[in-house]
């Protein structure tokens, strides 16, 4: 049985002051440090957002907007709006190709298309398919996306597409193999990074003002970095010659914070490099919607077989906090709870307390969150071809578990 951990914490204390007493004292009060205050607050955002919670559960509006090309390898990215969304089209590359492990190219067909969804229920239209060969990254923000681009000699370039234009402008292009590209807050940028001729990847970070900084392997290799939508802190895996796996949480505010003591929580032993891939595959790095209640990470947990969360700046920063058996995917509605994707459909999760879960959809739906407030959240719906896509609007209704949302 999975062990349930609570979010909200409730903190209490009591005094007792007795009459007749008139030579006692209070004691004297004693100082939080910056840890002890950070905690605190992380305390006090968890326990004000639960007790706004007006509903249980969540249900919600369901129809059907259309759907766009695919090759079956990586999720469209939707950019924050959800006015865009953009897929991988072509021949599907290989999960090594996509690793950026030596020796494996991807075909030459390989490239993106970007949509505009239009509003109501006029569908979608394609705004351009650029030139292959192309990857998809997992990155966005309100201006655009990022994508990886193969060269003949080995290495690998990075760029960022316009979401309304479909023009590609290069952020890296050198001769090395820069690959898995996360935007951050004010032009931050972080890549995994190594010679054509090395096997094992540095971590590569730019700050706004251009400077940049290298963090080595030293026994190990980076792969898969994200930045936090809260703050500026830098989420990469590390994975040891031996095979031990660590989720590692980086302050990215300067070259000096970065360098300096870092907070990771260990994942698995005998793990490969397809097990971060495997906790990444499904995760959707967008910047310009709403911030997460508290400082946290969501991934999906190779050695549980779920999603989990890991709030590094928390009072239980050693360990992770596990969602649903199964689920693969998870997404914040407005009240800070998840909305899962698992086998058996859409569901949705309360942080306030972990055993309440409810079906919204019959389907494996993933959901993304977006800024519209007519269209709150895409539903992407993957087939063997195409990717169908649905918009979902919340209901203020107070359901019951046997409710399900309608849908098309």
Known sequence: MMKVISFAVILGCACTIHGGCSQSKWPARSHLTPAQAEELNQIAAINAHTQKMESLAFTGEIWTIGAVDWDSSILPLVSPDGRFIASSVGSAPSSAARLALPGNIIPGDTSVEVWEILGGYAGLRSIKRL??????????????????????????????VDWRTGDLRWLVKNEEVNAFATLGTRGRLAWCS???????????????????????GRGAEWLLPQWSTRSAMLYAWRLTTTGQLSLVALDGESPATIAGEAKQIAIMAGANRFDPFRATSNRHNVHGLPAPFVEEIVFYDPANHCMAVWMPTGINSDRTVLLAMDSIAATHDHNGNF???????????????????????????FARRTTDPMRPFLLLDPGKEVVRIRGMRPQNERPVASQQASGT
């Open 131 to 160: 030139p292959p060969s192309l990857l998809l990254g997992d990155s966005a923000d309100d201006e655009g996306f990022l994508v990886e681009s193969p060269q003949a000699d080995g290495s690998r370039w990075i760029g960022k």
């Open 194 to 216: 190594r010679p054509v001729d090395r096997e094992h990847f540095d971590l590569t970070v730019r700050f706004p003002e251009g400077t940049q900084f290298k963090l080595l």
């Open 339 to 365: 909305l899962l994707t698992m086998p058996e459909g859409l569901h949705w999760q309360g942080t306030s307390d972990l055993r309440q879960i409810v079906r919204v959809n019959h389907v494996p739906l």
